[in-house]
């Protein structure tokens, strides 16, 4: 029992990061229906740009949190503005190939930057880990569950009680119709591809304590939150959440009960299962709302 | 792309296949006799394993637009179905050659029935969630497949009293397949079926309109890429004797797809280009193995913005309207 109680706190952990990465995914989709392919890598920035930051700069952590996720936003913007707006013909195929390229592309140049070795940070805060019903919960756990929800509160009460938001709700549902009404559609996709990219650096911030971080950490994690979006529908926020914890919690029991070498093969089986399925997503009966 | 299509099933075309024909066959003939360096016949040999893979996701990505992201796994279901059965069961490889491509085919048929369902992003994420368990597997499995460690003592392959060990008879072998491969590829796609498949990539519900039965053809033109994938991990297996997961992970598959997008899409000779290219890349610039991750994603980008149909269909745009400006 105390040992499955132990899988759970892990299950959760890694779920709610997870879910950040899979609310990421989600925010490109609904005002772009674009798939981001190199989403991971933006991960994968956060965590880095943590580390140098922090532990090699030594700026204080508040200091170099902002920084990184200003940082990755402003090179999410670079990849709307370059690689995806200036495609001609943009076809899924066309998109794909070119988010994959990104990937490799960021992939080659993080190993290039920071090289081979993967890099560890200290945990954000020095308090001892919790003890409840006896399972040991890392206090960063604590921290990494705040973000995935106060980023989604964020989202939630961004999209419904702001101007900026609504707008950008009106351009997910029709860029037309958004563009006809004064909504500057081009901005507000530039917007959600920098806030997409920003979700991702926070991930990969929160994500760096627990797990070392290496130039190749992305592919993995972008996979596993796109296959947390669409477990809980893609485009919906709180099922994108929902989805990364039943994924995190899925995968820690995998891992106690079966093999830790079937980590990743958990999620990919729940991939192509919910693909072949329920491709709408497991929470599309209930009708989810977009945001 | 069908304009050019017409007009190389038109007679002019024939003549100028036959004389691409020649060539390239004198020049493999040529290279076998002369090239004496056992180095640059090692590079020849995997300059025809990439061909071979490029042609086959050619089929399935140039010719019928669906794109596979985890390609790699039947090279890899290739290469450790022979791997497997000869090292560690002593059955002769050519025995080992059917099973492991049959394995490839059924694997492909049982995997592709509800995959090729999905198209775009979906597609994407699907047959790359397919490749990453086939590594996982292959890596994790280490009673059969050795693990992360690889696989030791695959046997060279002999027919009767020719030996194939040595770096000259092995690069005849497989360049012709390749020359084979090559040839069956030029008939599918010159063949009512190969119109079926640039049909489907242009709008499935229009080819579908008309009566192909698309969900049948993108299925076997899947397998079909898929056995050609398996062929070459068997070549690959017996040419290098030992065989490891990092061969067959993500890269490898990114690394087939740059080679149809360098090749062109939906054009044989171009593949041929693009895996001459990326197998000889490497070769030449000493370096490479630290920034070919950087140059794959930039190939990547460029070739996908800028001429969506390929590098070589770009080129040859580029010059044909170069071509008949100069006339106006």
Not at chain 1, 13 to 29: E, K
Not at chain 1, 247 to 257: D, N, Q
Not at chain 2, 115 to 126: D, I, Q
Request: hydrophobic share 55%; with cysteine.
């Amino acid at each position: 029992m105390q040992e499955i109680l132990q899988y759970l706190f892990s299950g959760i952990t890694s779920g709610a990061i997870y879910a950040i990465i899979a609310v990421g995914l989600c925010l490109l989709y609904n005002s772009t229906e674009l798939i981001n392919f190199a989403h991971g890598e933006f991960v994968m920035l956060g965590a880095m740009g943590l580390v140098t930051l922090w532990v090699h700069c030594e700026l204080p952590l508040p200091v170099a949190f902002v920084i990184t996720v200003a940082g990755v936003s402003l090179f999410g913007l670079v990849f709307e503005r370059f690689a995806i707006r200036t495609v001609k013909t943009p076809d899924p195929i066309v998109l794909v190939i070119i988010t994959v390229g990104a990937s490799i592309l960021m992939r080659g140049g993080a190993m290039l930057i920071w090289g081979k070795d993967p890099m560890g940070t200290p945990t954000f805060t020095d308090l001892p880990p919790l003890e409840l019903g006896g399972a040991m919960l890392l206090f960063q756990s604590v921290w990494i569950l705040l973000a995935a929800l106060v980023l989604c509160l964020a989202l939630h009460l961004f999209f419904t009680r702001t101007l900026r938001g609504k707008a950008m709700a009106a351009c997910a549902i029709s860029r037309k119709a958004a563009w006809l009404a004064g909504i500057p559609a081009e901005g507000m996709i530039l917007l959600s591809f920098m806030m997409s990219t920003g979700a991702g650096a926070v991930a990969g911030i929160f994500i760096a304590p627990v797990t070392m971080s290496s130039y190749d950490m992305g592919t993995m994690l972008g996979l596993k939150g796109f296959c947390a979006a669409m477990i809980g529908g893609l485009g919906s926020l709180w099922g994108a959440l929902a989805g990364g914890f039943l994924l995190g919690i899925l995968e820690a029991m995998g891992v106690g009960l079966v093999s830790s070498g079937l980590k990743d093969a958990v999620a990919f089986l729940l991939l192509l299962l919910i693909l072949y399925v329920r491709p709408g997503g497991l929470f599309r009966a209930t009708e989810a709302a977009r945001f | 792309m069908t304009g050019n299509h017409t007009a190389e099933s038109a007679t002019a075309g024939k003549t100028a296949t036959v004389i691409r024909y020649a060539v390239l066959f004198t020049v493999v003939l040529m290279a076998g006799a002369f090239v004496e360096n056992p180095y640059y016949l090692q590079v020849l040999t995997f300059i025809g394993l990439n061909v071979i893979l490029a042609l086959g996701l050619n089929l399935l990505m140039g010719y019928a637009g669906q794109i596979s992201l985890g390609h790699a796994a039947f090279y890899g279901i290739g290469a450790y179905g022979t791997g497997i059965l000869t090292a560690n069961y002593g059955i002769s490889p050519w025995a080992a050659l059917i099973l492991a491509v049959l394995l490839a085919v059924i694997i492909a048929y049982l995997v592709g029935v509800p995959t090729l369902k999905l198209s775009g992003y979906y597609l994407g994420m699907g047959t790359l969630g397919f490749g990453m368990i086939v590594h996982i597997l292959i890596r994790e499995w280490a009673s059969v497949t050795g693990g992360a460690s690889g696989l030791v003592g695959i046997p060279s392959l002999s027919l009767g009293a020719i030996s194939f060990e040595s770096p000259r008879n092995y690069y005849l072998l497989v360049w012709f397949t390749v020359l084979a491969v090559i040839e069956i590829c030029r008939r599918i796609v010159c063949s009512r079926m190969g119109r079926a498949l640039r049909s489907i990539h242009d709008s499935e519900n229009a080819s579908r309109a008309v009566g192909v039965n698309t969900s049948d053809l993108k299925l076997k033109v899947f397998v079909l890429s898929a056995a050609l994938a398996a062929l070459a991990g068997f070549f690959y297996a017996h040419f290098v004797s030992f065989i490891s997961p990092e061969s067959f992970g993500f890269i490898a598959s990114v690394r087939m797809v740059t080679m149809v997008v360098i090749g062109g899409m939906a054009s044989i000779w171009g593949a041929l280009f693009g895996a001459v290219l990326l197998t000889v890349l490497p070769e030449v610039l000493h370096s490479f193995a630290d920034f070919e991750m950087v140059v794959y994603g930039m190939i990547l980008i460029t070739v996908m913005i800028f001429m969506p149909q390929g590098l070589t269909r770009g080129v040859i745009d580029i010059y044909e309207r170069s071509k008949k400006g100069k006339l106006q």
